[in-house]
Structure formats: structure tokens, C-alpha cells
């Protein structure tokens, strides 16, 4: 199983900006798409943005204002500028990388999850 990774969350000031990574790396595996999501305190995790490997990108509610997802597949990477952020922001983000592994990857197989990274948008 691959290892995502996430980084740059953080704690910044409402109105602020952040830049999260994410990388997938470890073993043989294929990835058709990777996107961001979050989990705030006591409620579901939810969809941040996504872009496949064919560069469509989807959104979450209300996410596209502030957010950008971009990735660079060659290094199996993706990212998520965010800004303008507001404590309503405030949440455990995650990345997931849609793929699978083995000789013969399908390519849609599972998701990988990484650890998650909080981000915290407080005055």
C-alpha cells in the first residue's frame, strides 16, 4: 500500500491563506485522480476538491471561491491553496489519491488515505 502524506496545515488568522501537499509514494501503484477533503469537529468528512488525471476537476458546496486544486502527476502530488479562510475552515484535511497497486493496477481500485493535517482559522 502506498503512503500518502499531507503537509502545511497550520494555525492562521481568519482571512488568511494556506498551501496543503500531498504526495503518494512506496511500492508499485497507479493513481487515477487525488483531492482534498475535511472532517470538522463533529461532522462527516466531505469533499474539498478533485482532479483527475484528465485534469476535471470537482468541487465541494460552496468550495470553489476559495480553494484550488492543482496536482502534479508526475510526482503523484496534488495541493490545495486555500484563502480567505474562515474558522468555519477550521478541520482535519485529507488527502485521498484514487488508485491501486500490483503489476497490473486498475487504476481505480480504492482510495488511499493519508493521516490528515488540521488546519485552524482563529483570531
Known amino acids: 500500500q502506498p503512503q500518502v502524506v499531507e503537509s502545511g496545515g497550520g494555525s492562521v488568522l481568519p482571512g488568511g491563506s494556506l498551501r496543503l501537499s500531498c504526495t503518494v509514494s512506496?511500492?508499485?501503484?497507479?493513481?487515477?485522480?487525488m483531492g482534498w477533503y475535511r472532517q470538522r469537529p463533529g461532522e462527516e468528512r466531505t469533499l474539498v476538491a478533485f482532479?483527475?488525471?484528465?485534469?476535471?476537476?470537482n468541487y465541494g458546496d460552496s468550495m470553489k471561491d476559495r480553494f484550488i486544486v492543482s496536482r502534479d502527476i508526475r510526482n503523484n502530488a496534488a495541493f490545495l491553496q486555500m484563502s480567505n479562510l474562515s474558522p468555519e475552515d477550521t478541520a482535519v484535511y485529507s488527502c485521498?489519491?484514487?488508485?491501486?497497486?500490483?503489476?497490473?493496477?486498475?487504476?481505480?481500485?480504492?482510495?488511499?488515505w493519508g493521516q490528515g493535517t488540521q488546519v485552524t482559522v482563529s483570531a
Open positions: 485521498g489519491a484514487v488508485g491501486g497497486t500490483g503489476d497490473y493496477c486498475n487504476p481505480y481500485e480504492t482510495t488511499f
Open positions: 512506496g511500492g508499485t501503484f497507479c493513481i487515477s485522480g
Open positions: 482532479e483527475t488525471n484528465a485534469g476535471v476537476q
